[in-house]
C-alpha cells in the first residue's frame, strides 16, 4: 500500500500544475481519466476510514483470559489469530486499484502519444498550406502559358502533314457537289410548281368524295339502328308469342276447375243426403227402445 501517498501526491501535482495547452473543454480521454482518478481517490479515503474504525474497535475491545477447568485463570499466552476478512479485501481491493492505476497511466500515456501526433500533422499540414500561399501568381501564368505553347505545337505538328493541293482540290469538289445540289434543288422546286395544278384538281375532287363517305357513314349508322330496332321487335314478339301460349291453357285450366267443382258439389250432396239418413234412423231406433225400458 505503499503507492498510495505517491498518487495522491501526483493527483494534486497535477491538479495543482495546469499544463501550458489546457482547453476549457476537457477531451473525452481526460474526462475518463478525471473520473477515474476521483473514484480511486474516494475508495481509498473510504478504505483507510474503515481500516482505522476495525483497527481503533480492535484496539478499545477488551480480551477476556481463558479460565482454566480449575476455576484458576491461566497464564497469558499469545494466540495467532486467523486472517481477518477486512484485511483480505484490503489487499484485494489494493490490488485492484493497482491495476486501475496502471491502466490510466497507460491510457494517459496513449492519450500523449496520440496528441503528439496529431500535433505533427497539424504542423505539416500548416507547413504544407505556407508553401502552397507562398508560391506566386505569375509562376502559374507562365505554367499555363507554357501549356498553351505546348497544345499549339502540337496542332502546327498535326497540320504540316497535310498537303495544300489536296485542300485545294477538296475545296473545289465541295463546291462542285455544292452546284449539282442548287441546281437539282431548282429542278425539283420547278416539278412541284408543275404538279401544284394536278394536285388541286384531285384535291378537288376528293371534296366530294369525301361528303360522300360522310353521308355514307351516316346511312350505315341509320342501318344499323335500324336493325337493333328490328331486333328489339322481334325479341318483343317472341315475348308475346310465348305469353298467348300460356293464354291458350287458361281455358283449359277453368274448364278442368269446374268439372273438379262439379264433382265436390255432388261428393257434398251425397254425404249431406248420406247425414240426414243416419239421423232419420238414429231417432226411430230411440223411439223404440224407450217405451221397452218404461215397460220393464
Do not use: C
Amino acid at each position: 500500500m505503499g503507492w498510495l501517498p505517491k498518487f495522491f501526491s501526483k493527483n494534486t501535482a497535477q491538479q495543482v500544475q495546469p499544463s501550458a495547452d489546457f482547453s476549457p473543454n476537457p477531451t473525452p480521454t481526460t474526462m475518463t481519466q478525471l473520473v477515474v482518478e476521483q473514484t480511486i481517490m474516494t475508495a481509498a479515503n473510504w478504505l483507510v476510514h474503515f481500516v482505522n474504525r476495525s483497527l481503533e474497535a480492535k484496539a478499545t475491545a477488551p480480551v477476556a483470559p481463558p479460565e482454566s477447568p480449575s476455576g484458576e485463570k491461566a497464564d497469558q499466552v499469545p494466540v495467532e489469530s486467523p486472517p481477518d476478512t477486512v484485511e483480505i479485501l484490503v489487499a484485494r481491493l489494493g490490488t485492484l486499484l493497482e491495476q486501475a492505476y496502471d491502466r490510466n497511466q497507460a491510457t494517459a500515456a496513449l492519450a500523449a502519444s496520440l496528441e503528439e501526433r496529431l500535433n505533427a500533422i497539424e504542423a505539416s499540414l500548416k507547413q504544407n498550406q505556407l508553401q502552397n500561399q507562398s508560391q506566386p501568381p505569375i509562376q502559374a501564368l507562365v505554367q499555363a502559358f507554357s501549356r498553351l505553347e505546348n497544345r499549339i505545337n502540337q496542332l502546327e505538328a498535326r497540320i504540316n502533314p497535310i498537303d495544300p493541293q489536296a485542300i485545294d482540290v477538296s475545296l473545289q469538289i465541295n463546291q462542285q457537289m455544292n452546284h449539282q445540289l442548287q441546281q437539282a434543288n431548282q429542278v425539283l422546286s420547278q416539278e412541284v410548281q408543275a404538279l401544284k395544278p394536278a394536285l388541286a384538281v384531285l384535291e378537288n375532287r376528293l371534296v366530294p368524295i369525301e361528303n360522300f363517305a360522310e353521308h355514307g357513314k351516316a346511312i350505315i349508322n341509320s342501318l344499323a339502328q335500324a336493325q337493333q330496332d328490328t331486333e328489339t321487335l322481334e325479341s318483343r314478339i317472341d315475348h308475346l308469342e310465348k305469353l298467348l301460349a300460356q293464354f291458350r291453357l287458361i281455358p283449359k285450366l277453368v274448364e278442368g276447375n269446374y268439372r273438379a267443382i262439379v264433382r265436390l258439389q255432388q261428393h257434398l250432396q251425397h254425404s249431406s243426403e248420406l247425414s240426414s239418413i243416419g239421423q232419420r234412423n238414429g231417432n226411430g231406433e230411440t223411439a223404440n227402445v224407450v217405451p221397452i225400458a218404461k215397460a220393464r
